[in-house]
């Protein structure tokens, strides 16, 4: 059975094969029991007088305007439904720290915090984070003066590149937020998410346990 | 990604006309979006609407996690992260905590919801990529039985070789798990019927009808519980092989245990010869306990580059019994 929350049906290349969609389908089964039923079900749920298709608040497809939160400023832009809150930052404010590496969620690259939690902006709608305070890298320093952590990362020469970087810093800032003196082993948790291409990790780690004002608790990789 | 509607109904019932009426020919639901927004990168799918759900609020939902007598509580909308950190389900059933903590990462675990994590779609390669219509996509072949099978199924009759993902699945399977749904026929699913294996539907993994929404899922206490598994990187990656583990105990002797078993079948695999083989076994006596651990296997089948899962799966099986009886693990 084809169902409409498992798409196996909502496949452009079988749509556009058969020209036909599930409603033209559903429609022309319209005796079915499942479908008769469903209608039923949803017309029982609703007030009398009103009509089969209750208060929705629909928007786009094409660019409607969108007001976002980032680094304590309400910003508004234009964005289709379809923009990730990663190309909203980068493409429609000019907000570059956040980086787009795997763009599938797997690498943290893109990384900013949305109402304390840690989140993968790549994979989000920018739609979904209205609303919500956004920090971006962009947003840590105060007052001209950088966070903690980014601090200690510079201090423990935390990276090698730099790319993943603006990544790792949010998830330890994220982290020490929640949890101001972690573990080596909560800090590993914490920063599972974040992937370097590089070795850099035992200094990341040193940088965190220090902007928190943990001793250390490994050495260093020679020459960094 | 192609161009779509976000849509926000004000409640289920408008969701559920959304998905079912006319002014929309594609509708796509949407938990975190974290399954959703991989496909539609990828142009697996082409919805005309996507609509959210997160905002949706059973009767009787309060917070993300609840208890009320002997039943748990889990809104559809609960975070893994809220899961995972859950006071209530870490004492009463910490499988549930500990299988959900263990997947992914934090960033995914702020975002993914309990019924997007049941609902999402396998992680076949072959499937994931468009460039592969196999059978699961309506074409002609699976890639991946003569292909690159390596993280694929050990049970299962085929056609389609996927491991379902979803680590929340076989941890609710052994807590007597109930799914409540909105919109169909019926009010609620137990969780060993929400899947299917591909012999009985290859498109799909789950038996929700079109128009039917997850509300909120309910359980029984399992305080002694667990859950391992075994992955390539074990901070971040899809398990190779895991288990869950619900005991009943006598002292240190097992009077009865409920195994399911996860990344290894189509479907959560439960584990009937290992529960009935564990009764009896004193968890102090391990070769007893490996010998029943042992009978995990039975029946499997590997693919050509799989048969490692063999020897994983009766190690995640015991660990997790002893991560039950909160006896320690080796690493
Ligand atoms: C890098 C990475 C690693 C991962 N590792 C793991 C892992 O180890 N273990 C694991 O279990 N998962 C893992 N995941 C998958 C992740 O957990 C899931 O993608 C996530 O749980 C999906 O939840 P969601 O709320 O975002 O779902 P969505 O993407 O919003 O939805 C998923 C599916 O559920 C449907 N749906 C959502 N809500 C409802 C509802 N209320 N009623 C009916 N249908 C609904 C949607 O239509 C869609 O088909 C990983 C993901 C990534 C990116
Ligand atoms: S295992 Fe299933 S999803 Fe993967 S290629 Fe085979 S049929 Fe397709
Ligand atoms: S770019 Fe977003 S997680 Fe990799
Ligand atoms: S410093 Fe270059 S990818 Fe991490």
Request: hydrophobic share 40%; glycine share 10%; net charge neutral.
């Given at each position: 059975?084809?169902?409409?929350?498992?798409?196996g049906?909502?496949?452009?290349?079988?749509?556009?094969?058969?020209?036909?969609?599930?409603?033209?389908?559903?429609v022309?089964?319209?005796?079915?029991?499942?479908?008769?039923?469903?209608?039923?079900?949803?017309?029982?749920?609703?007030?009398?007088?009103?009509?089969?298709?209750?208060?929705?608040d629909?928007?786009?497809?094409?660019?409607?305007?969108?007001?976002?939160?980032?680094?304590?400023?309400?910003?508004?832009i234009?964005?289709e439904?379809?923009?990730?809150?990663?190309?909203?930052?980068?493409?429609?404010?000019?907000?570059?720290?956040?980086?787009?590496?795997?763009?599938?969620?797997?690498?943290?690259?893109?990384?900013?915090?949305?109402?304390?939690?840690?989140?993968?902006?790549?994979?989000?709608?920018?739609?979904?984070?209205?609303?919500a305070?956004?920090?971006?890298?962009?947003?840590?320093?105060?007052?001209?003066?950088?966070?903690?952590?980014?601090?200690?990362f510079?201090?423990?020469?935390?990276?090698?590149?730099?790319?993943?970087?603006?990544?790792?810093?949010?998830?330890?800032?994220?982290?020490?937020?929640?949890?101001p003196?972690?573990?080596?082993?909560?800090?590993?948790?914490?920063?599972?998410?974040?992937?370097?291409?590089?070795?850099?990790?035992?200094?990341?780690?040193?940088?965190?346990l220090?902007?928190?004002?943990?001793?250390?608790?490994?050495?260093?990789?020679?020459?960094? | 990604?192609?161009?779509f509607?976000?849509?926000?109904?004000?409640?289920?019932?408008?969701?559920?006309?959304?998905?079912?009426?006319?002014?929309?020919?594609?509708?796509?639901?949407?938990?975190?979006?974290?399954?959703?927004v991989?496909?539609?990168?990828e142009?697996?799918?082409?919805?005309?609407?996507?609509i959210?759900?997160?905002?949706?609020?059973?009767?009787?939902?309060?917070?993300?996690?609840?208890?009320?007598?002997q039943?748990?509580?889990?809104?559809?909308?609960?975070?893994?992260?809220?899961?995972?950190?859950?006071?209530?389900?870490?004492?009463?059933?910490?499988?549930?905590?500990?299988?959900?903590?263990?997947a992914?990462?934090?960033?995914?675990?702020?975002?993914?919801?309990?019924?997007?994590?049941?609902?999402?779609?396998?992680?076949?390669w072959?499937?994931?990529?468009?460039?592969?219509?196999c059978?699961?996509?309506?074409?002609?072949?699976?890639?991946?039985?003569?292909?690159?099978?390596?993280?694929?199924?050990?049970?299962?009759?085929?056609?389609?070789?996927?491991?379902?993902?979803?680590?929340?699945?076989?941890?609710?399977?052994?807590?007597?798990?109930?799914?409540?749904?909105?919109?169909?026929?019926?009010?609620?699913?137990?969780?060993?019927?929400?899947?299917?294996?591909?012999?009985?539907?290859?498109?799909?993994?789950?038996?929700?009808?079109?128009?039917?929404?997850?509300?909120?899922i309910t359980?029984?206490?399992?305080?002694?519980?667990?859950?391992?598994?075994?992955?390539?990187?074990?901070?971040?990656?899809?398990?190779?092989?895991?288990?869950?583990?619900?005991?009943?105990?006598?002292?240190?002797?097992?009077?009865?245990?409920?195994?399911?078993?996860?990344?290894?079948?189509?479907?959560?695999?439960?584990?009937?010869?290992?529960?009935?083989?564990?009764?009896?076994?004193?968890l102090?006596?391990?070769?007893?306990?490996?010998?029943?651990?042992?009978?995990?296997?039975?029946?499997?089948?590997?693919?050509?580059?799989?048969?490692?899962?063999?020897?994983?799966?009766?190690?995640?099986?015991?660990r997790?019994?002893?991560?039950?009886?909160?006896?320690?693990v080796?690493?």
């Amino acid at each position: 059975m084809v169902s409409s929350n498992d798409p196996g049906w909502n496949n452009g290349k079988d749509a556009g094969k058969d020209g036909v969609s599930r409603r033209s389908f559903m429609v022309t089964l319209g005796a079915s029991a499942a479908a008769a039923s469903l209608s039923q079900a949803a017309q029982a749920a609703l007030p009398k007088g009103q009509d089969a298709q209750p208060e929705s608040d629909v928007r786009g497809p094409g660019e409607t305007s969108l007001t976002l939160n980032v680094n304590g400023q309400s910003r508004t832009i234009k964005a289709e439904p379809a923009t990730t809150l990663l190309d909203a930052l980068r493409q429609k404010m000019g907000l570059t720290g956040p980086k787009e590496i795997c763009d599938r969620g797997a690498c943290g690259g893109c990384s900013v915090i949305i109402n304390g939690n840690l989140v993968a902006s790549c994979m989000m709608l920018a739609a979904d984070a209205e609303g919500a305070a956004i920090t971006t890298i962009e947003g840590l320093s105060k007052d001209g003066a950088l966070d903690p952590v980014q601090e200690s990362f510079i201090r423990h020469d935390a990276l090698q590149c730099g790319y993943c970087t603006p990544g790792f810093v949010m998830a330890g800032r994220a982290l020490l937020d929640k949890k101001p003196k972690p573990t080596l082993a909560e800090i590993k948790k914490a920063l599972s998410g974040n992937i370097c291409r590089c070795g850099t990790y035992t200094n990341v780690f040193n940088a965190i346990l220090e902007a928190s004002g943990q001793p250390p608790v490994m050495d260093s990789a020679p020459g960094a | 990604m192609n161009p779509f509607s976000l849509a926000r109904p004000k409640d289920h019932a408008a969701t559920h006309a959304l998905l079912t009426g006319r002014r929309f020919s594609l509708p796509l639901l949407k938990g975190g979006g974290m399954d959703v927004v991989d496909h539609l990168k990828e142009g697996l799918w082409k919805p005309d609407v996507v609509i959210d759900t997160r905002h949706l609020r059973a009767p009787g939902a309060s917070a993300p996690i609840s208890k009320d007598g002997q039943t748990i509580r889990i809104e559809a909308w609960a975070t893994m992260s809220e899961i995972a950190a859950s006071d209530i389900l870490l004492k009463d059933a910490p499988c549930v905590a500990h299988a959900v903590g263990s997947a992914a990462s934090p960033q995914v675990r702020n975002v993914g919801t309990a019924a997007g994590n049941l609902l999402q779609r396998p992680r076949c390669w072959y499937y994931r990529n468009e460039q592969f219509q196999c059978l699961k996509k309506g074409g002609g072949t699976c890639f991946a039985f003569e292909g690159e099978n390596k993280f694929h199924a050990i049970f299962g009759e085929g056609p389609c070789y996927i491991v379902h993902p979803s680590n929340l699945a076989p941890a609710l399977c052994i807590t007597d798990a109930v799914v409540h749904l909105h919109g169909g026929k019926r009010a609620s699913l137990p969780i060993t019927d929400l899947y299917h294996t591909p012999d009985k539907g290859i498109r799909t993994e789950h038996n929700l009808e079109p128009g039917e929404i997850v509300t909120h899922i309910t359980l029984s206490p399992a305080p002694v519980s667990g859950f391992y598994a075994i992955k390539e990187k074990q901070s971040f990656d899809w398990p190779l092989a895991f288990a869950c583990a619900a005991l009943q105990l006598d002292g240190s002797t097992i009077r009865s245990a409920r195994v399911c078993a996860g990344a290894v079948a189509p479907v959560p695999w439960l584990l009937p010869g290992v529960d009935a083989a564990l009764k009896g076994v004193d968890l102090d006596d391990d070769k007893a306990l490996r010998a029943a651990c042992a009978k995990a296997t039975e029946g499997a089948r590997p693919l050509s580059q799989n048969a490692y899962k063999l020897t994983m799966l009766p190690v995640a099986v015991r660990r997790a019994v002893l991560m039950a009886a909160g006896k320690k693990v080796e690493a």
